[in-house]
């Protein structure tokens, strides 16, 4: 299982590898080893990095800069708290216990629930319509955006 750490408000790190907000496709395709037959997404505005046989990372780009990031794999951490390889009920815990709120649904995307001190959003399988052996509550995935923005108050 890959590890990736979640750097709120820039993006993640992959071991030494900066996945950050506003850095060039062309860059981060040099340093994650893009290969088109296996890493170009659906649409032409994404790249897809599935490691070993897993579902990886999708990266979203807009004018070539990286606007979007979901983990669909592996596990993401974010000061010593699972947010990728655990379930909610699991989640909610560990965020709570370390004075941090999740939302019962998203204001930012269609689907999960925002974290807004960590500029995410997470979804369960339930929230995401990939349920597989009634396990609703596994997180399928987790995503920031350059456009996840908390306001000043």
């Known amino acids: 299982m890959h590890h990736y750490e979640l750097i709120p408000g820039k ?3 992959f071991g030494e590898i900066e996945i950050f ?11 994650l080893g ?3 037959k296996e890493n170009e997404g659906i649409f032409d505005d994404e790249d897809e990095y599935g490691i070993d046989g897993e579902d990886g990372i999708l990266l979203r780009f807009l004018g070539n800069k990286l606007c979007d990031i979901e983990v669909h794999g592996g596990s993401l951490v974010y000061d010593d708290i699972e947010l990728k390889a655990t379930d909610i009920r ?6 709570h216990n ?3 709120a999740i939302s019962e649904e998203s204001e ?3 689907e999960g629930r925002d974290c807004i001190d ?8 339930g929230d995401a319509d990939q349920v597989e052996n009634d396990n609703y509550d596994r997180i399928a995935w987790v995503a920031t955006s350059v456009d996840f923005k908390v306001e000043d108050a």
């Not at 907000?21 to 340093?31: D, V």
């Not at 699991?90 to 965020?95: G, M, N, P, S």
């Not at 960590?118 to 399988?125: D, E, S």
């Open 118 to 125: 960590l500029q995410i959003v997470v979804a369960t399988a």
């Open 108 to 110: 930012w995307l269609s």
């Open 21 to 31: 907000f506003n850095k060039q496709r062309t860059e981060l395709r040099a340093e």
């Open 34 to 36: 893009f290969d088109k």
């Open 90 to 95: 699991k989640l909610q815990d560990a965020l």
């Open 11 to 13: 993006g993640i790190r």
């Open 98 to 100: 370390s004075g941090i």
